[in-house]
């Protein structure tokens, strides 16, 4: 049993926990029962779209026979103004200015530890909880987010800018937990939902073609594909539909004098709308000597005193060392101490010492090696 919990004296009192509908979120719930909490469950509805694609309306009674079976109140809302005035503005924003973002950093902040925090205070709640992979320690000057301990799991990455006030109210009852554990316990319960699979892919679109989502709200704009020399070797729809290092979906074909290597996307010019395409995992263009991030986020408030940091610059990516140079603007330089691949603009670096995740910020430029 994790004891991923406030002090004994603080047990008994009322936590609002998110549910979505899934196994986590579930378990989430049966712990924090366990451990002595009284336990009410939220349901956020975060997008209103209603077609093949969205499961917001399955989700939700996936969360209703789990709440019933478990015997707590469940509370439901509606974020989806919200969400779209703080973290899809900025996805599509981001997307036409030819970066790649990551909204589930921004979901986290602004909605899970934002809106939905201050609706679970209205609801009388003495703290929060979510069945996310990741563990809080309580200390007298704040709280720190700590790695959950299933390395597969992990999901400290996308919680990195939470602010310190829900986050030193928050439990995470699935931290020192693998997921075989939690599918364990959640089928000895008996919970419906023990086998529903997890969910894939950004948040507010699922498992729909991103294509074609995209294409409904940035309008394609076709440009070429070419080699670093300018050589022209394909076409491309729209610069927001690729990434860095992107391989699938290129349609490059045989290249007269190239030799028969993938190709990769080795970067964008926007100011022709031109892709640059390279050969080889290895190329020079696809890997980093170091970056430059925008305005960071410390979960702490404050700078840490040590510079020699580890950073992930991609969700999953092994802890990588890096010396961390703060700027006057509050961005920073970050030094890799092997150059690594694929990073990307848009994107996120966040910054540990060991298992504490100390914060982090946008990628604004990435280094040549």
Not at 232 to 250: A, C, D, F, N
Not at 264 to 273: A, M, S, T
Request: hydrophobic residues 35%.
């Amino acid at each position: 049993m994790p004891d991923n919990s406030l002090p004994a004296a603080e047990r008994g009192k009322k936590v609002i926990l998110g549910v979505s509908g899934g196994v986590d979120s579930a378990v989430a719930a049966l712990l924090l029962k366990q451990q002595g909490y009284t336990v009410e469950a939220l349901h956020m509805t975060n997008w209103d779209e209603t077609d093949s694609y969205c499961t917001a309306a399955a989700d939700y009674q996936d969360a209703r026979k789990a709440c019933e079976h478990l015997n707590i109140p469940l509370h439901r809302v509606n974020f989806a103004q919200e969400y779209q005035d703080r973290v899809f503005a900025g996805f599509l924003a981001e997307y036409s200015a030819g970066r790649t973002p990551n909204p589930d950093v921004l979901c986290n902040r602004y909605i899970k530890f934002g809106e939905f925090y201050r609706y679970a205070e209205r609801l009388g709640a003495d703290c929060i909880a979510t069945g996310h992979y990741a563990r809080v320690r309580h200390e007298p000057d704040g709280a720190m987010l700590l790695k959950g301990l299933d390395n597969n799991k992990d999901q400290s990455y996308f919680l990195h800018a939470v602010l310190q006030e829900p986050l030193s109210k928050t439990l995470f009852p699935l931290g020192e937990l693998p997921k075989t554990e939690v599918r364990r316990i959640a089928n000895k319960a008996g919970l419906p939902n023990f086998a529903k699979r997890d969910s894939t892919g950004i948040c507010f679109i699922g498992e729909r073609p991103f294509r074609e989502f995209l294409s409904r709200y940035i309008a394609d704009a076709p440009g070429n594909i070419e080699m670093t020399d300018g050589l022209v070797i394909g076409q491309h729809q729209g610069l927001m539909h690729h990434t860095l290092g992107q391989r699938q979906g290129l349609q490059i074909g045989g290249v007269k004098g190239c030799a028969d290597e993938p190709w990769y996307v080795g970067g964008k010019d926007l100011e022709r709308n031109v892709l640059i395409a390279v050969q080889g995992r290895e190329h020079p263009l696809l890997w980093s000597s170091g970056l430059r991030t925008e305005k960071l986020h410390w979960i702490s408030g404050n700078m840490p005193q040590v510079t020699n940091l580890s950073v992930k610059t991609r969700y999953r990516q092994n802890d990588v060392l890096a010396r961390v140079s703060l700027q006057t603007d509050g961005s920073a330089r970050v030094d890799f101490e092997q150059p690594q691949w694929s990073v990307t603009p848009g994107q996120y670096v966040v910054f540990y010492a060991e298992d504490v995740c100390l914060g982090g910020g946008v990628i604004g430029q990435a280094f040549p090696i």
